[in-house]
């Protein structure tokens, strides 16, 4: 069986990505979440949990990497 698209990643990973792409830490949001944004970009806000050493699912891995322009 062959899994398209697949994507297996840490929290800390996707932070690493959406830095390398000129995202900025903008605030704490509820819980243990935090809202990105880009300064270039209006209406660019991402939120996304602060769990360094945890992976995301791939579904949400895909969601988050698309609204970040980056897929």
Known sequence: MIVKNLIIMKW????RKLKNVG?????D???S???WHHP???NSEIIIANHPSKEIG?????????????K
């Open 12 to 15: 800390s990973e996707l932070k």
């Open 40 to 42: 270039e970009k209006p």
């Open 29 to 31: 949001a509820k819980g």
């Open 33 to 35: 979440h935090e809202v």
């Open 58 to 70: 791939t579904g949400l891995a895909n969601k988050i990497l698309k609204q970040a322009g980056l």
């Open 23 to 27: 995202y900025e830490f903008l605030r």
